[in-house]
């Protein structure tokens, strides 16, 4: 059964700093994995999606990346703003016809002004 | 072009009761699916309904059911509630078998309290 782990659990950074957040999967059978947004209490918002056969994904200051040998993706969010603020999830769906997505458990991420 | 849309936001039931779910998927988009995510759990894949038929099913009981409407709405029942089914429910839509690679679609939530 696919597992995705994020770490850290939580991530608190001034304001203008550039981080990284990291997933791992267990099986790197997958077609393709999700960067998500969640805001307190709401739904998902999704970021950037990555194919199984894509190495990175770019949205203005957001670049994610994707080894899937290794059963890893990175977020990196350049020159965070408190509007940043959010808790990350990374899904991926498997190459079988499932169609379903295996979430992590997120990073809370709180950009401090 | 309106997103997913859920009803209600909010539920409260007691113990042993039903609750009754609903999503409406974007236009043109067949398959609709449900996650759970609980406090401290994470989001959990529950159903996937695609053209009305129930195509792939988490591991959750049997007293987890829906359906899928001729018009790709569906719904999200669970029967005999117990406390542990407090979470906030999510649909999501997508273009379905045809387009497995497509992005799938979350709506804002159903938020279910079982007192």
């Known amino acids: 059964k696919q597992e995705v782990t994020q770490i850290p659990a939580a991530l608190s950074v001034p304001e203008g700093e550039n981080l990284v957040l990291n997933c791992s999967f267990t099986?790197?059978?997958?077609?393709?994995l999700q960067w998500f947004r969640q805001d307190p209490g709401k739904g998902l918002t999704s970021l950037l999606l990555i194919q199984s056969s894509q190495r990175e994904q770019t949205s203005g200051r957001l670049n994610a990346s994707l080894d899937k040998s290794s059963g890893r993706s990175t977020l990196y969010i350049a020159a965070s703003q408190p509007g940043d603020s959010a808790t990350y999830l990374c899904?991926?769906?498997?190459?079988?016809?499932?169609?379903?997505?295996?979430f992590g458990t997120g990073t809370r991420l709180t950009v401090i002004p | 072009e309106a997103g997913v849309t859920q009803s209600p936001t909010h539920l409260i039931k007691t113990r042993g009761q039903q609750a009754t779910l609903r999503c409406s998927p974007i236009?043109?988009?067949?398959?609709v699916y449900w996650y759970q995510q609980a406090l401290g759990l994470g989001l959990q894949f529950l159903l996937w309904y695609d053209e009305g038929e129930e195509r792939n099913r988490g591991n959750f009981p049997p007293r987890f059911s829906g359906r899928q409407f001729p018009n790709y709405s569906s719904e999200l029942n669970v029967n005999a509630l117990e406390l542990e089914d407090s979470a906030l429910y999510l649909c999501?839509?997508?273009?379905?078998?045809?387009?497995?690679?497509?992005?799938?679609?979350f709506g804002p939530g159903t938020r279910l309290l079982v007192l």
């Open positions: 999501a839509s997508s273009a379905g078998l045809a387009g497995y690679q497509e992005t799938q679609y």
């Open positions: 899904a991926v769906k498997g190459e079988t016809g499932a169609n379903n997505l295996f």
């Open positions: 236009s043109g988009h067949t398959s």
């Open positions: 099986d790197s059978a997958i077609y393709n």
